[in-house]
């Protein structure tokens, strides 16, 4: 999970707060976009964490490690 990632799920959240307060559906929508797209970069990461900790576990069981 980086640092640029929960920025923008935070930044998410703070822009779908100022439209609901401010009735302002479009940057309400925004904000809950910005925070889905974070999510997904959040969840793609973690995938890709956890493929390459299973590659790198096969590679030290087939060099004998």
Do not use: P, R
Not at 20 to 45: H, I, R
């Amino acid at each position: 999970m980086s640092i640029s990632d929960k920025a923008e799920e935070f930044g998410g959240k703070a822009k779908e707060a100022v439209g609901d307060l401010t009735d302002n559906d479009k940057l309400k929508a925004e904000g809950l976009a910005d925070q889905a797209s974070a999510k997904v970069k959040q969840a793609a990461e973690e995938v890709a964490d956890k493929a390459k900790g299973i590659v790198d576990s096969i590679k030290d069981k087939l060099s004998g490690k």
